[in-house]
């Protein structure tokens, strides 16, 4: 049986099953990225639930895992040569389970880089402007009367929406038409676009229906199986 005693995060998290991939999240925007991947790619993994309500990324066994203390994190006892790899941010998970089992992303170099920009596009655009928006709308943000702020997040949100509306106008998936070619820059983003019109609430203020391709984009998406499941993984109590 797999050891994995050495990491300190499974004294917070025992693992059950050793010899499966470690998944630390919850299923929000980014959380979800991880999930759905690993149930795109049918690879065994044991989910563990991680409560940042309740502080749980920061205690010293979470810390040690990811020193930023953030969800998503991964501990892969069959990592990079037979050895445990410990990883966190959700771009670059999901990036390595692309790569650890030859699915969703392209091993031709050009569409590679395409279909890693993308993913660096939610990373440093998408998710940081809708989770700012998501605060000043939904959240404490109300308190400030200054609208400003909420608005600058507003206006740049939907240029986002412009440039994904854009990307989708002639195609599926934002790496290809016809149907094919569905890959983890859609993943990356599915979470933050369905989080934006639903639990933040902002569909409205940013003119969500003016962007049909994205909404259509969007709807495929959550029509997937392994979407689905992702969504609730891993289950809240």
């Known amino acids: 049986m797999t050891d994995l005693s050495a990491f300190p995060i499974t004294r917070q998290y025992p693992a059950q099953h050793p010899d499966r991939l470690q998944l630390y999240s919850l299923n929000t925007p980014n959380g979800v990225k991880a999930s759905i991947m690993l ?12 409560d940042i309500m309740q502080n749980q990324t920061w205690t010293p066994d979470y810390l040690s895992l990811n020193p930023n203390g953030k969800i998503p994190a991964i501990l892969d006892p069959d990592g990079p040569g037979g050895k445990p790899l410990a990883l966190w941010e959700s771009g670059a998970i999901l990036i390595y389970l692309a790569d650890k089992t030859g699915k969703l992303l392209s091993s031709d170099p050009a569409t590679r880089y395409e279909t890693i920009q993308w ?9 940081p402007m809708f989770g700012q928006l998501g605060f000043f709308h939904k959240f404490a943000g109300r308190e400030f009367e200054d609208k400003r702020p909420r608005d600058r997040y507003v206006a740049e949100s939907r240029r986002l929406l412009g ?19 569905y890959s983890i820059a859609d993943i990356a983003l599915l979470g933050w676009v369905r989080n934006l019109v639903g ?13 049909k391709a994205v909404d259509a984009w969007l709807q495929r998406g959550l029509a997937r199986p392994a979407v689905q499941r992702g969504l609730e993984i891993p289950a809240r109590g």
């Open 199 to 211: 639990f933040y609430e902002a569909g409205e203020i940013v003119g969500y229906a003016d962007f």
């Open 119 to 127: 993913v660096m596009w939610q990373m440093g655009a998408v998710g």
């Open 39 to 50: 149930e795109e790619i049918g690879l065994a993994y044991e989910p563990h639930l991680v």
């Open 163 to 181: 440039v994904l509306d854009g990307r989708l106008q002639d195609r599926d998936w934002i790496m290809g038409p016809n149907g094919g070619d």
